[in-house]
């Protein structure tokens, strides 16, 4: 806030010129979404829920603690009560406040050539955003320019009006162990593959330049490759995890997992940082 008052001096601006929204993206910032709104008072527009980032705070401040380790990321969705417990006492604070609370970041993109599986990524970003708008969220993010048209029709049928501040959500009670409740799910050997190629190919993109990556039909950027990478460091480290069929998550599944990437990867010279991928592998490895 000091920072932008002195470049709205600096620039002959009238105070409070410049306008912000803060992502809460990390776990101990949903401690503070009251002091962060009264800091910024003079130029708040809202607050968004940041919620891949968010996922990847809590994995990191939670990081040594066995009964806090979450699940496969494609079990870890807006549904799960910490995550549920964290939108909606965002809503509820900043429209207490008069400020707009932003939903999260919808990461499909478009599938082409597979109608079928198109319709359903499509109908997952449907559903998303009938939460948030369901919830009292005022606007929310897509990953892609195609699906904003969907995201439009599901705020403009639910929310006529410019905002939802009448949605006070004085139904919504979250206390500290709301925001950290363990999750329930498993980790399944895909889930632990998937990880595992997620981040090769990210790191291999990143090494090339390439900031977000387009893999499986998803949008993945810092913050998801960094759950990846960090759920593989907790389930590694704490020893004592297997998979949903009982083998053991330990680190010759994760050494078999690198060693199978290159075969698996036929046509990685198609892809961004294809030809980084063995750097990203040893990377990975290390920071393991």
Known sequence: NAVLGDIEATLGLAHGELKVTVLIETLPAAFEMDEILHALKDRIVGLNCGRWDYIFSYIKTLRRHRDRVLPERGQV???????????????KTCHRRGAHAMGGMAAQIPISGDRAANDAALARVRADKLREVTAGHDGTWVAHPALIPIAREVFDQKMPGPNQHGVRRDDVSVDRDALIRPSVGTITRKGFDNNVEVCVRYIAAWLDGQGCVPIHWLMEDAATAEIGRAQLWQWLHHGDLHLDDGSPVDFSLFDRALMALPSKLANRMKMPGGARINEAIALLDELT
């Open 77 to 91: 969705t807006m549904v799960q009560p910490f995550l549920r417990a964290y939108s909606e006492l965002l809503v």
